[in-house]
């Protein structure tokens, strides 16, 4: 199973056999002061410049999101997705809540974006699902429903297969359809990990769908988290995961090691490559430091 995103001019495929595909976070204000500040103040050079830096790092899909108190979300997602679109060619990962939000972003971001997200939650379905077949965008689907994030496996394959049945009425090919199995931080529940590795397992063997997981949240609150992090994505990768809305200057060079060590890198060239610009990146962000 694939899917297939496309940007201004770069065309973007997940799939189990493929190298694992980064979705960029950090244009996301949620913890992010600067950015928030930026975003009310329409100062976009700045979030242009954080579009620019993920690329380079090894993003090849960008997570946009402008949720501020007080920001005209509509308006604001119209004119960013375009600005960040005229600076990087790569396909558009529109996040919001908000279906007006979603609708404005489809409508003014060029080719094949993926929205997220949608959920088994009733009104979710009804408001979200109708507006990615419209568009003819991928769709995240998240593994909660009316009822909250389920505890077990086997639940959250059950909220699976209730998005990919609703999406299959309307006319949305599974291939559109992202399964993100949750992700929840081990530092409040030890088990929590281990519940959404095995929820990535069954998704493979039972649907074969291509999966996503917000990689950093299995860390939060504990020290030295970028351990953490590529230590689960390594597992997730392993079970099936196929992307992962992370940030790729910390985990790019984990993500390519991966797909090396999983045969998905002929003659080590992806890994090369990419530690080659990693290096330079380096160099040159320490320079600027400095």
């Known amino acids: 199973m694939q899917t297939i995103l496309k940007g201004r001019s770069k065309e973007v495929t997940i799939g189990i056999n493929r190298p694992f595909i980064m979705i960029g976070e950090k244009i996301n204000p949620t913890g992010r002061k600067k950015l928030a500040a930026a975003l009310m103040d329409g100062n976009f050079d700045y979030v242009c410049q954080l579009a620019e830096n993920q690329v380079a790092w090894g993003a090849e899909v960008l997570d946009i999101n402008v949720g501020v108190p007080g920001l005209d979300e509509v308006e604001t997602i119209k004119r960013l997705v375009k600005l960040i679109a005229s600076v990087v060619d790569v396909p558009l990962c529109l996040d919001s809540s908000n279906p007006a939000v979603l609708a404005a972003?489809?409508?003014?971001?060029?080719?094949?974006?993926?929205?997220?997200?949608?959920?088994?939650?009733?009104?979710?379905?009804?408001?979200?699902?109708?507006?990615?077949?419209?568009?003819?965008?991928?769709?995240?689907?998240?593994?909660?429903?009316?009822?909250?994030?389920?505890?077990?496996?086997?639940?959250?394959?059950?909220?699976?297969?209730?998005?990919?049945?609703?999406?299959?009425?309307?006319?949305?090919?599974?291939?559109?359809?992202?399964?993100?199995?949750?992700?929840?931080?081990?530092?409040?529940?030890?088990?929590?990990?281990?519940?959404?590795?095995?929820?990535?397992?069954?998704?493979?063997?039972?649907?074969?769908?291509?999966?996503?997981?917000?990689?950093?949240?299995?860390?939060?609150?504990?020290?030295?988290?970028?351990?953490?992090?590529?230590?689960?994505?390594?597992?997730?990768?392993?079970?099936?995961?196929?992307?992962?809305?992370?940030?790729?200057?910390?985990?790019?060079?984990?993500?390519?090691?991966?797909?090396?060590?999983?045969?998905?890198?002929d003659n080590s060239m992806h890994y090369l490559k990419y530690f080659r610009a990693a290096e330079a990146l380096r160099a040159k962000e320490a320079m600027e430091g400095g």
């Open 105 to 265: 972003g489809m409508e003014a971001t060029p080719g094949k974006p993926l929205i997220n997200s949608v959920s088994g939650e009733q009104q979710k379905l009804d408001s979200v699902l109708p507006l990615v077949k419209e568009h003819g965008a991928a769709v995240i689907g998240l593994t909660m429903d009316d009822n909250g994030i389920p505890k077990t496996p086997e639940e959250r394959l059950a909220v699976t297969e209730k998005i990919l049945e609703r999406a299959a009425r309307i006319g949305i090919p599974s291939d559109d359809v992202i399964i993100d199995p949750l992700v929840l931080t081990v530092g409040s529940d030890s088990k929590a990990a281990l519940v959404t590795l095995q929820t990535v397992e069954l998704l493979r063997k039972e649907f074969g769908v291509n999966i996503n997981l917000g990689a950093s949240n299995v860390s939060f609150g504990l020290p030295e988290r970028p351990t953490i992090n590529a230590t689960f994505l390594t597992l997730a990768i392993q079970m099936g995961a196929t992307c992962a809305i992370t940030d790729p200057s910390k985990l790019g060079q984990s993500v390519k090691a991966v797909d090396l060590l999983l045969g998905r890198d």
